[in-house]
């Protein structure tokens, strides 16, 4: 039977390029610093969601909760085999913990009904909490599975799928609707396909549209764009007022240096260190 | 202040464990008790272990439908004890368990949670916009952003302020004492209706590296360059009767197993001596290392960050450096 599956995505700085200055004074992320790119557990995640359109047919829809900028992720998703897209974007939304965030999603995800499945990637690359996803479910009302590595069968209402464990892994048989988190042990994500990357290129959102002073696209090319009013939201529960924690302090690393012998990789150097350790009766 | 004490099959997981002393040190300064919260079916036997880690006070949450684990019927019993009871803190083991389980609990009880803390503190904070100073709060400290920075976050919007902190992070305490406590029992609403998921199969690996009892670990980076020039490092170990421990970055490029990741996202070690061959220090890395009694490091890179925290510091190439190391060590014998 046909699945209505939809995945969550966050574009992301790259943490892995981190140049300029990080973080602002308030314990933000300066995104403008970073190279934004796909969270690399979403990928996984969204391809989960395409294979398994592909093996029961049905329909994948893609949301983000971003920036204006984000809509560059939902045209790659578009590429990459994605039936509909949308952007969650409100200024007041900014600074949302992972509480705040999996309320605005779960209107975002409601307000995208029906759904059979919800997958999530376990956790994405800033905030490294893996938090949002169970959140997502639990004001979802439907029950979870994380760190699935395998989709291994659908039939009608019951999906069965291999998780990891601390001790190994297990198989789990479960009811939809059900909210998956996918880790980077899945099936690798697809090449967008050339044909998809001509059809959605000129994919916007009226946002985009207006800044470039170009038409708004027709229905096919546009991408919608939701605020929390979209959507539903309560404003007191999104944004710093919707977020229990926040940030006190932010430190950047910086490396001290103590007590520290140089020494010359040159064997009676390396033979005197080796004397000085087992002098001292580090090694026995 | 309560620790979720986490228990598979009847064993008290090491990580729970190592919360408790935390959680004592957190409670002494709070000046309150430290109350463990016991999830499961038949588990009240384990209550006296948990005393002599030091709970005053540990509730036992038994029901049928508890026997094993599942989200939805786990998270909504703690919820149910913890609105009856309100406490200041809950700190979890961020194990798969306590990552599957921590943040559906705060989203039901609409708390605030932290992920993967590396440090825990009571401190106060003042509200940078209305100036209101909020006593004794759990400073919850963690790095960030791909680990380039380190964050404290403060929990401003009530009870509980929740936590999870990762294996290795926290010492074990001695189980010792005699230390008594009280058991406090909870039984929760709980109906089939709240059970969805069926357990078809499971598949348990034995640990066969043991890298937290391990007094000297010889680790491989991505500097060492490929699996087969790992013989580097196992030689090394066998040599000195070490472990062989790897950084992320090598276990991602197929080196090695998982089993012997080093990190954050690894294992975190405290051995005597600890060999850095070819690893570059990324912050995550040194989080798992950094309190090391001693450090040696050895990489052809004179700015790599691991010599920041090195005792001795050797810029060279691994592959001639460990050589000469292995046959110093010969030497002696």
């Known amino acids: 039977m046909p699945y209505n599956i939809i995945v969550l995505a966050k574009q992301v700085p790259d943490t892995k390029a981190v140049t300029g200055k990080a973080m602002k004074d308030d314990g933000t992320v300066n995104r403008q610093a970073l190279p934004a790119i796909f969270n690399p557990d979403d990928l996984y995640a969204l391809e989960m969601a395409l294979a398994i359109k592909d093996a029961h047919g049905g329909k994948v829809t893609l949301l983000t909760m971003g920036p204006p900028q984000a809509a560059s992720l939902l045209r790659e998703a578009l590429f990459r085999g994605a039936d509909k897209v949308a952007l969650v974007t409100d200024r007041r939304a900014a600074a949302s913990d992972t509480l705040a965030t999996s309320y605005i999603l779960a209107h975002a995800v409601e307000h995208a009904a029906p759904y059979d499945l919800v997958v999530c990637g376990r956790q994405a690359i800033d905030g490294d909490t893996a938090q949002v996803g169970p959140q997502l479910a639990d004001k979802l009302g439907i029950p979870q599975i994380t760190y699935v590595y395998e989709f291994v069968a659908a039939a009608g209402k019951r999906i069965t799928v291999r998780r990891a464990t601390d001790q190994g892994f297990e198989t789990i048989e479960g009811p939809t609707p059900v909210l998956l988190t996918v880790t980077d042990k899945a099936p690798a994500p697809r090449y967008p396909s050339m044909k998809r990357v001509m059809q959605y290129k000129k994919a916007k959102t009226a946002y985009e549209a207006k800044a470039a002073s170009a038409a708004i696209p027709s229905d096919g090319m546009l991408i919608e764009e939701w605020n929390l009013d979209t959507i539903k939201a309560e404003l007191n529960r999104c944004g710093s007022a919707g977020s229990p924690t926040s940030v006190k302090r932010i430190q950047s690393i910086v490396l001290t240096g103590s007590e520290f012998k140089k020494i010359e990789p040159k064997e009676p150097a390396i033979e005197g260190l080796i004397h000085e350790l087992i002098e001292d009766h580090t090694i026995g | ?333």
């Open chain 2, 1 to 333: 202040m309560w620790v979720y004490i986490e228990q598979v099959g009847g064993q008290v997981a090491d990580v729970s464990l190592e919360l408790l002393s935390k959680g004592r040190e957190l409670a002494d300064t709070l000046k309150v008790k430290l109350g463990g919260m016991l999830l499961g079916e038949g588990v009240e036997p384990l209550t006296k272990k948990l005393f002599s880690f030091g709970c005053d006070k540990v509730y036992v949450v038994e029901h049928p439908l508890l026997k094993r684990y599942e989200t939805i019927p786990y998270a909504k019993a703690a919820a149910e004890l913890i609105r009856k009871e309100n406490p200041q803190i809950v700190i979890y083991g961020a194990s798969a368990i306590g990552r599957d389980l921590a943040p559906r609990i705060a989203s039901t009880i609409r708390a605030g949670l932290t992920a993967d803390c590396t440090d825990l503190e009571i401190g106060d904070h003042e509200d940078p916009v209305t100036k209101e100073v909020h006593k004794d709060l759990l400073y919850q400290i963690r790095p960030a952003f791909g680990g380039n920075i380190i964050a404290t976050i403060v929990n401003t919007h009530g009870w509980p302020q929740m936590a999870t902190v990762r294996e290795g992070v926290m010492a074990m305490p001695d189980g010792n004492n005699g230390h008594q406590g009280t058991v406090v029992r909870f039984r929760p609403e709980l109906t089939i209706k709240d059970v969805f998921l069926k357990l078809l199969s499971e598949e348990r690996k034995e640990h066969t590296v043991n890298l937290k009892a391990a007094r000297i670990i010889v680790s491989g980076g991505s500097g060492v360059g490929s699996k087969a020039n790992f013989k580097h490092v196992y030689e090394l170990a066998g040599v000195l009767g070490a472990a062989v421990g790897a950084s992320r970055a090598a276990v991602d490029k197929g080196f090695i197993e998982k089993a012997h990741q080093v990190g954050q996202t690894g294992t975190t070690v405290r051995p005597a001596l600890y060999i850095a061959l070819g690893i570059s220090g990324q912050v995550q890395h040194r989080a798992g290392m950094d309190e090391s009694a001693k450090i040696i490091a050895v990489n052809k890179d004179p700015d790599a960050p691991i010599f920041s925290i090195a005792h001795y510091g050797i810029v060279g190439d691994l592959n001639e450096v460990v050589p000469m190391m292995v046959k110093a060590i010969r030497k002696r014998v």
